[in-house]
């Protein structure tokens, strides 16, 4: 009875397709693991503090001054918002203007050039884009406005270049969701007559919103965790704004609070728990941001599916509904208004005095909503329609302009240091002269390790997530939600966390492994997330090929779906790696040192790396510009060389399946 | 199919490199040293920390068995390290305290410094008496003009509690002023680097750094006051005129022995002082 | 028990599929006998592929899909709880609507499935190879080319091409589910001579939206409409003399 009739083979007691399943769910449980842990070492660390402070009196008192116990992180809380308004303030509209440019009117070939460009955008580390705040933006501001502020160091510095970190991620989501709304409803406006830039203004931007507003969120997101580049321009007083919207004050965030103080807390010390507390702030509304901005995707692509609505956007159309379609308008035209008016107002504040800024303000608001539409009909439809797209051309060509700028200052200022010596030294006179051998080589080394320990559990939890959990399971869900999570979490929380478990915990000391163990979670989420889209995109139509000679779902993932996917792996891979190597805060407290004589004998040992020792040399070192820029100048290199490797690999694969 | 090997032949031949590259610098130093791997830990204040980053430059590459580790929060943070035995050296940029020399800390002068009362560029005095500083710093003056300059309020910046700095400045302000006390009002920052910036970066404000790192820094935006007439120079200092100066040490718990030793007693040699002068401070034996 | 299910390579009693809550197929009983050419017309949406794909175990990925009544192979249950599907499918091939060929060489594609069953020896590899593209009338438009993109062929070569690939694996039945309703009339016209050249060797079940197809190539042919399986004679029978009046109503292009 060992075989059927027929001849047909048996199933095994136990199929290697089981197997499969239950190694790749325990891999992919590591990005739970991690999260959990995260949240677990964080809370625990900073409890520590509730001790000698209790949680209301944290969070809204208004003095922080840990060495004389006061712990008061409301200051620090609205600097955090501060500079975080103003940063989406100027970048969602640019930002939203790009992507309507990018996915509506730029010519293909223009397109094909500008997409890669903003993405390019998006690889500069925010060390040099803090390095650069320090020693170009701030003069400047001082320069151009003497009279509000004496060294340019404010909140305005802090906000303008967050905006321009922010733009990247706004633009790549808003272009996304531009592009996912069907043609037929462009062609039906169109065949009604209107112009394509009324089309865009009241079609597709309108059914674009969902995913509009989560670019907008997902910029929130990006710049309330951002450290580096804040804690270089904005001066870091731990005191309110007076007036509150005077944008020329000095004013700290949360992540530069940490940063700048954890160096000097003794551990286990009520300010070292303090600023674990302050972290556990941070997650808290880098949680509430990724929720919403992960409602509104979701009903952006349930809108356009047709899929079934979940429960909260179902209760979202209720709530809609009972609001009554105009009011719902009235609502949304005084939220535009809003944005207008505080946009005017700040940037008018610059020049002239609160009460004028407020007044010339309100005027324009009033004027735009009564003959608004008087004045477009004067202007004529197609004047208005050509007038938008040489705006937002110029835009585009402005947006590519301050790419080359960036990177040809860093490039003409570093050149002139790049000598053999410069580049094959070791650092002297306290990391401030000499060369910069062993923080290439200290980045290098983070680097392998990383991708040794990140790549293989990111690509196969990536896999699972998009194989196995087609059918909607809890544990399915759950790693999903990990995984977002992990992937909102500021950097600075990663370092943080590297500390207390890899560096204190583990008793792994300032050392190598722990930054490898520090930069693999914080690429792990990239990582995932991209090898989950790129599995996706494989076609339905090769698995059941597959299948349908015979193949098992294990042998079907490695032999056909993998390797079909591996150029969009690859290029996920390469740009986590190309991140990973830009970023300082998570090796800041767990693997770097200011200088070495000599390079790491074990991974155990401390290493230099390029963004750390930049960060150093602008803010600590007080060294000479030439080593600055040549620092900033090989980490750039690596960096950008990372990306458009990813980018190379990307167009390659794409011509493949074609 | 063979545009995918060609790719996968250059990405792997890059992570080989990149893999080979670390290979080798892990591996190129291990084979120098057939002894022992001695590692001392550093810790304490941000005004001594550049010397002993460059002594570890230099100290390193002499003695490749040893490795320093140095981390720089403060003179009394450092002081409680050595006791608590989480440090083998504190850094100090003020005298012992009495508990700390109960406790068993053993100093060692490697050193001199000034300290420099340093304003913004905004304010126009240039001299002050050190009585005049204490009184500001206690509060008692509140505006420049009372000092001789604009009308303007005093913006009031100092050092964190731990601070070796701040500890030697408060002890010669007291001797200066039999009732000063640290106005609450005073701001307070973490490191020498971070007091010189904030005082760059405030109008009207008045802050102390330590001599050394003030004249490295070459700053156009703060410049040093003179005390009761006499320029905060390093002649000056070694030659007494300018009194507002401490020593800088290393302590250890009890008397030093082993690495720590050796690296004491080379920072007293020759080599280690000249790089205590070439930092900007004032060497022991000069 | 009759004398036609013991000869029938696939048979269906009594067979029920449930997409959820919406019953796709009521009820089908049929037979295919060997070395035949079996086609299943009717109109779209009438559960031809559905019915297709429940003999080579298709359908088993699909969530929500439950089968009922006897599906069986020269007589043994495929659905019985310790057969291994993908066993079934080795030994019951299945060519697709549009052709789906791996992002691999031409070799690498046929080689694909000789090698998840076991086979390592590239001599073996390559007599594979050439015997499966001979019998898919592909050998010499692509001999000199296998190792070039298999995405690079035309569709009607890609089709060919992945007939090949299933005829690697020596399979016993070819299912092919409208495999020319995506290629030119050309391509369609090779890809019918090869599936009566194949039926000497094989047996072939094939469903189609073309009854000009069905009429040309089939020996029997099955008229399905929703869910159920309405007629199923020698094709000549169907399309001249069908029984019943829905046939005759579907042949004459009355609806559908």
């Known amino acids: 009875m060992g075989i059927c009739q027929g001849g047909l083979g048996r199933k095994r007691a136990v199929s290697v397709d089981a197997i499969t399943r239950v190694a790749l769910t325990a891999v992919a449980s590591v990005a739970v693991l991690a999260i959990i842990f995260i949240i677990l070492f964080i809370a625990d660390n900073g409890v520590g503090a509730l001790r000698d402070v209790s949680l209301w009196d944290f969070i809204t008192g208004s003095t922080w001054r840990p060495y004389q116990d006061a712990y008061g992180a409301s200051s620090l809380i609205v600097g955090t918002l501060l500079v975080t308004a103003g940063a989406v303030l100027f970048a969602f509209p640019v930002g939203l203007g790009l992507a309507v440019y990018l996915a509506e009117l730029a010519p293909a070939k223009v397109r094909r050039f500008l997409k890669p460009a903003v993405e390019l955008f998006a690889g500069i580390p925010s060390v040099i884009y803090g390095f650069l705040g320090l020693v170009v933006l701030v003069p400047a501001l001082a320069q151009l406005f003497p009279g509000q502020t004496t060294t340019g160091f404010c909140w305005l510095a802090g906000s303008l270049l967050l905006g321009v970190m922010a733009l990247p991620e706004i633009v790549s989501v808003a272009d996304d969701a531009l592009r996912a709304v069907p043609a037929t409803y462009c062609e039906a406006s169109l065949g009604l007559g209107a112009t394509k830039w009324e089309t865009i203004r009241k079609v597709v931007v309108p059914a674009a919103s969902s995913g509009i507003t989560a670019a907008a969120i997902l910029g929130i997101g990006r710049a309330v965790g951002e450290t580096m580049a804040v804690m270089m321009v904005t001066g870091n007083t731990a005191l309110l704004p007076e007036p509150l919207w005077n944008v020329f004050a000095t004013v700290r965030t949360l992540t530069a609070t940490i940063a700048m103080e954890l160096p000097e807390a003794v551990t286990g010390s009520t300010a070292y728990s303090a600023l674990f507390l302050l972290a556990l702030i941070l997650m808290v509304i880098i949680l509430a941001v990724n929720l919403t901005a992960r409602t509104l995707v979701a009903r952006s692509a ?357 | 199919m063979i545009a995918k090997n060609k790719l996968i032949a250059v990405i792997a031949v890059l992570v080989i490199v990149a893999a080979g590259v670390s290979v080798y610098a892990l591996n190129s130093h291990n084979n120098q040293n057939a002894g022992e791997q001695t590692t001392i830990t550093v810790n304490g204040s941000t005004t001594v920390n550049p010397i002993m980053l460059t002594v570890k430059e230099k100290y390193e590459l002499k003695y490749p068995s040893v490795t320093i580790q140095i981390s720089a929060t403060g003179s009394g943070a450092g002081a409680a390290a050595a006791i608590a035995g989480t440090a083998e050296i504190a850094m100090l940029s003020r005298d012992l305290s009495a508990s700390e020399q109960s406790s068993g800390l053993v100093p060692h002068i490697i050193g001199k410094d000034g300290i420099a009362i340093i304003v913004n560029n905004s304010v126009t005095v240039t001299d002050l008496t050190l009585e005049q500083v204490a009184k500001i710093y206690s509060g008692e003056y509140t505006n420049w003009n009372q000092v001789g300059g604009a009308d303007h309020a005093i913006n009031l910046i100092g050092r964190e509690s731990s601070s070796g700095t701040r500890g030697a400045f408060e002890e010669l302000m007291t001797k200066a002023y039999s009732a000063f006390s640290v106005s609450s009002s005073m701001i307070e920052l973490s490191s020498n680097n971070a007091l010189l910036t904030s005082v760059e970066t405030t109008s009207y404000a008045i802050g102390y750094v330590s001599l050394g790192i003030i004249i490295e820094a070459h700053s156009s935006a703060v410049h040093a006051l003179k005390i009761g007439g006499v320029d905060a120079t390093i002649e000056n200092t070694v030659n007494g005129t300018y009194t507002l100066q401490r020593d800088l040490l290393l302590a250890t718990k009890g008397e030093a022995t082993g690495a720590a030793l050796a690296l004491i007693n080379w920072v007293l040699s020759a080599d280690g002082q000249k790089i205590v002068s070439d930092q900007g401070y004032i060497p022991v034996s000069s | ?138 050998w010499d438009e692509v001999k000199d080319r296998l190792h070039r993109s298999a995405i690079s062929l035309s569709g009607g070569q890609q089709q060919r091409l992945c007939i090949a690939r299933a005829l690697a694996v020596d399979p016993e039945v070819l299912l092919m589910d409208e495999p020319t309703s995506a290629l030119d009339p050309i391509a369609m016209a090779k890809i019918e001579e090869l599936a009566c050249e194949l039926k000497h060797d094989y047996t072939v079940a094939i469903v189609t939206h073309n009854m000009q197809q069905a009429s040309r190539i089939s020996d029997r042919t099955g008229f399905m409409l929703m869910g159920e399986l309405v007629e199923s004679r020698d094709t000549a029978r169907v399309f001249t003399k069908p029984q019943k009046e829905l046939t005759e109503r579907y042949i004459t292009g009355r609806f559908g």
């Open chain 1, 302 to 658: 349930a809108r356009f599916t047709g899929a079934e609505p979940g429960r909260i956007e179902r209760r979202l159309e209720t709530l809609k509904e009972s609001c009554g379609t105009v009011r719902l308008q009235v609502l949304s035209r005084l939220l535009r208004a809003a944005l207008l008016f505080a946009l005017v107002f700040f940037i008018l504040s610059l020049f002239v005095g609160s009460l004028a800024a407020f007044a010339a303000a309100v005027a324009i608001i009033l004027i735009r909503e009564a003959c608004g539409r008087a004045m477009a009909q004067h202007f004529g439809r197609r004047r208005t329609e050509r007038a938008a797209h040489v705006c937002l051309a110029i835009l585009a060509a402005l947006m590519v302009g301050l790419i080359v700028a960036i990177i040809g200052y860093v490039a003409v200022r570093g050149a002139p240091a790049l000598s053999w010596e410069f580049l094959t030294a070791y650092p002297t006179n306290a990391g401030k002269s000499g060369g910069i051998f062993p923080a290439i080589v200290g980045t290098l080394e983070l680097l392998v390790g990383t991708a040794a320990i990140a790549i293989p559990i990111g690509v196969l939890s990536g896999a699972y997530l998009a194989e196995y959990t087609v059918v909607r399971s809890r544990g399915g869900r759950l790693i999903r939600d990990a995984v977002d999570v992990l992937n909102g979490t500021p950097s600075i929380v990663f370092g943080l966390f590297g500390l207390a478990t890899a560096v204190v915990w583990l008793g792994w000391g300032f050392s190598l492994v722990a930054g490898w163990f520090t930069l693999s979670l914080m690429v792990l989420p990239v990582i995932i997330r991209t090898t989950q889209e790129a599995v996706r995109a494989v076609p339905t139509e090769l698995r059941e090929a597959s299948r349908a000679l015979g193949a098992s779902q294990t042998q079907t993932i490695f032999r056909v779906v993998l390797p079909a996917a591996l150029g969009g792996i690859v290029t996920g891979t390469v740009l986590s790696l190309g991140r990973a190597a830009g970023e300082t805060a998570p090796i800041m407290f767990t693997a770097v040192v200011v200088t070495q004589s000599r390079l790491a004998d074990s991974v155990f040992d401390p290493v230099m790396a390029l963004p750390y020792h930049l960060y150093y040399l602008a803010s600590e070192g007080r060294a000479d510009p030439a080593m600055m820029f040549g620092t900033a100048l090989v980490l750039l290199i690596i960096v950008l060389g990372l990306f458009g490797l990813a980018t190379a690999v990307r167009y390659w694969s794409e011509r493949r399946l074609r």
């Open chain 3, 1 to 138: 028990m009759s004398n036609n299910e013991d000869s029938a390579v696939l048979a269906a009693r009594d067979l029920h599929l449930w997409y959820g809550e919406k019953e796709a197929l009521k009820g089908i009983s049929l037979d295919v006998r060997p070395h035949e050419i079996y086609a299943l017309i009717g109109p779209s949406g009438c559960g031809k592929s559905t019915l297709l794909r429940c003999f080579d175990r298709m359908n088993d990925g699909i969530s929500g899909c439950r089968v009922e009544g006897k599906v069986t192979f020269r007589g043994a249950d495929l659905y019985a709880a310790d057969v291994d599907p993908n066993d079934v499918r080795k030994r019951i091939g299945m060519i697709f609507q549009r052709p789906n060929p791996f992002p691999m060489s031409i070799r690498d594609n046929i080689a694909y499935g000789p090698r998840i069953h076991g086979v390592v020896k590239e001599g073996e590899i390559d007599e594979i190879v050439e015997r499966t593209l001979r019998q898919a009338a592909l």
